[in-house]
């Protein structure tokens, strides 16, 4: 048995390596972030720090055509690229282990992070090609509700857990508990086929099986010429455009969140950390749901629930702002507010999968992924002009957000899955 024909080890091998984006993830954007704002830095440093650690998720541009014309197949289509970036991403947290706590020094700490983020993003293109050369139709939108809710729960746990180990055991401590975690996770890719035949390891026996018995190497033309078509239609076009300025506002609320709580609110980095780590329970049920409604009802509207309904709660807290200093309400939105985005963006991912199509089916689902990481590194950065240039308060800054988020949203109504599906239909058969 192999992740083709059992959908228990899909889940598992998906969802474990969804686990292992979301644990750095959680930690850099809420535990170490939060902890520097405690200790002073402010929303300009704050929003630049978080959109270098996170830039290289915009890298995916360059990883999927990459993983889509070279590999190894006698060890599946994905499965070395998957193996080489969990190896990589090891072997970074070890230097950043050997150069010690480096909270002092934001410049070489963001780079550290930057390299090891690069390894991440390779890792989450490899699962997401995975994910579409292995996933049925019809396992589409629950699967990516689960992916995406690993995610969360990893996030969760490099939020909550990784702050009190940076509390208790410092920066390399905390490190060091991801190193571990990382290691064990490892066993996924090491120990799952995704064919049966096929090589675990370069040396072991075996050979390329089934789709993935072609050549080695594609060439990056034809790849090329696959994406030109591929985005050729009005769907996949526009889609485009959405993903890429609709998750802008998640990345200003990301950041203002943390230094209006740290900075203005009375809050420390561990209880950010914590209240902000535990709403993976509210992600987690988000993305379930999301995936449900998604499978059910359609993927356009669980994205207009999920990201119109960030957007509009972005603007209530605005509303409220009287009210911040009641904890019922603040540690409320920290702990809502991703459920409801984890939604929406269980809706973004199941749509991206099902209008990617051509032979570069996994690059173009990428770029779709890829996009919508720009428009939040984006909105980290815009973090700094807004608030410091223009002198946005903090009232005004969610207003921007929450109208970032939901405006974009009138794009959805020429986003036709039928269009790709008459596309599909006229391919000529390989």
Known sequence: MA???????????????????GVPWGFMTIALISYLTDRGVGDGDAGELTAVVLLPWTFKLVWGPLIDTVTVRSMGRRRFWIIAAEFLMALSLIGILLLGDLT???????????????????QDVSTDALAVDVLPPPEQGRTNGLMWGSKLIGKGIGGAVMAMAIDAWGLS?????????????????????????????PWSRGAARGAAADSSFRSPGR?????????????????????TISMVGWGIVEVITKTLYTQQLGWTFVEVSQVSGSAALSEMGGALLGGYIADRYGRRKVMLMGLGGYGLMAIAFALCSSLWRETWLTAGYLFLNPGILAMGTVGYLAMS????????????????????NIGHVFGNWLVGPLREGLALSYVQSFWFAGLAMAVPLLMLLVVRPAEVDRAKAALPQP
């Open 3 to 21: 992740l083709i024909d059992n959908r228990r080890q899909r889940l598992g091998m998906l969802c474990a390596m969804y686990f292992a984006q």
């Open 104 to 122: 002092e020094n934001l410049r070489l700490l963001g780079w550290m992070f930057f390299i090891h983020n690069c390894f991440s993003s390779l």
């Open 173 to 201: 401590g905390a490190v060091m508990v991801q190193f571990g975690l990382l290691l064990l996770l490892m066993l996924f890719p090491l120990l799952l086929l995704e064919r049966p035949g096929e090589k675990r390891f």
């Open 223 to 243: 790849v090329l010429r696959d994406l030109r078509q591929g985005f050729s239609l009005t769907s996949t076009a526009v889609f485009v455009v959405f993903g």
């Open 353 to 372: 999968m099902r209008i990617s199509w051509t032979r570069a089916a996994a690059t173009v689902y990428t770029i779709f992924m890829t996009v919508s």
